[in-house]
């Protein structure tokens, strides 16, 4: 599409790596359905290191060429937008597998004041999959998963997050600091435009079978369905570290609550070996709960994640000198079970003990120490965390 003199409502950016059969077809469907909807927009091909004469075919098209040197799906898209010049942005895969026919009814959502517009290909959210143009595992098992965490996890109202084809304002795009150079671009913009309140809207699309045949797909099902998983669990420090600390811990509640008293159910005995269990329970619980507070406000600090109000007053109220106070009283509290084994030992002439008794305070003392340290150590790192706070 020509260059406008003024800028366009609208750019189409087309990411692109070898598409020459295909990307001819996608300019024109949306060259097409633009002007007969009278948007005034411009197409962009990012095009990621073509050899196959892509970059001709899209010139030939009325299409604007911009060559992005870094390889990668998040890069080639990232300096696509960069080069944009509208005030709104659609993006899609060049390999003809959606249809920019559609591109008005993302544009409508935009204009409705959404920040974010998602399309979805998935029947959850009125979408439609040809035959041929999705693998089974990713339309039933792959997709429909990762679309339900993001929903748990981050409340977004998505159906379809790995959905290539959707559309968003400048303004919210430059708020989001995408950093995703790979296939799970998508997915942290959908993740981070949920934490920061967007508007998302969702858009049914219909997925058509690929149209190359010079080449696989550039998607790898085991590769990115890794990477997607770690960025999710990388972005959400309550399900990574927080919620499996809290299980733990609570598992080794539980444990100390039946063996400290030695209760003997259902045929069988919690004892000593219970409490060492449990021991290890809290202990790993606890160090990965200390990690989802540190990794959260460590986030904050570099503007990954927004600010959680609720962490900054508790950082408000346990200050250094408080956690240094309180981890104090745990130790020592621990040392003094410590002393009264040793004491015992040394009453006993340095002999054999009973271990069954001394267990049960020797296994909870080097817990009691353990956790103090533990707190203490994090008190210290969580204050060097906020010194630029400071």
Request: proline share 5%; with cysteine.
């Amino acid at each position: 599409m020509p260059a406008q003199a003024e800028a366009p409502e609208l750019t189409v950016v087309m990411p692109c790596l070898d598409e020459a059969e295909t990307i001819g077809a996608c300019i024109g469907k949306a060259r097409t359905a633009l002007e007969a909807h009278g948007i005034a927009a411009e197409i962009l091909v990012a095009d990621n290191g073509s050899t196959d004469g892509s970059q001709a075919v899209a010139r030939r098209e009325g299409a604007r060429v911009v060559p992005i040197a870094q390889r990668g799906y998040g890069s080639a898209l990232m300096g696509g937008i960069r080069a944009a010049r509208g005030r709104y942005i659609l993006m899609g895969d060049a390999d003809d597998s959606y249809d920019f026919g559609q591109a008005p009814l993302f544009v409508e959502k935009l204009r409705q004041g959404f920040d974010l517009v998602q399309g979805c290909r998935l029947e959850t959210g009125g979408g439609r999959v040809l035959p041929g143009a999705m693998p089974a595992s990713h339309r039933l098992i792959g997709n429909p998963l990762f679309s339900k965490l993001v929903r748990w996890w981050y409340r977004a109202p998505v159906n379809d997050v790995y959905c290539g084809m959707r559309a968003f304002t400048r303004d919210h795009y430059e708020r989001l600091g995408q950093r995703c150079t790979g296939m799970e671009f998508a997915t942290e913009m959908i993740v981070k435009s949920s934490i920061c309140g967007a508007r998302i809207a969702e858009v049914p699309v219909t997925l058509h079978p690929d149209g190359r045949t010079a080449h696989t797909p550039h998607l790898r099902t085991m590769r990115d369905g890794w990477r997607t998983l770690r960025f999710l669990l990388l972005y959400s420090p309550r399900w990574l570290f927080l919620v499996p600390g809290l299980a733990l811990c609570l598992a080794g509640a539980v444990g100390y609550a039946l063996a400290l008293p030695a209760v003997h159910a259902l045929g069988v005995t919690f004892d000593a070996h219970t409490l060492l269990f449990s021991t290890l329970a809290i202990m790993c619980g606890y160090q990965s709960v200390l990690f989802a507070v540190m990794t959260r406000e460590f986030a904050a600090s570099e503007g990954l994640l927004p600010r959680n109000p609720r962490l900054d007053r508790a950082m408000t109220i346990l200050s250094l000198e408080r956690v240094l106070a309180i981890a104090g009283v745990v130790m020592i509290a621990g040392i003094v079970l410590l002393v009264l084994v040793v004491n015992d030992w040394r009453l006993r002439h340095f002999g054999h003990l009973d271990y069954p008794h001394t267990m049960r305070m020797v296994v909870p003392g080097v817990l009691l120490v353990a956790l103090g340290f533990q707190t203490i150590l994090f008190g210290f790192f969580l204050s060097i965390l906020g010194l630029r706070r400071m």
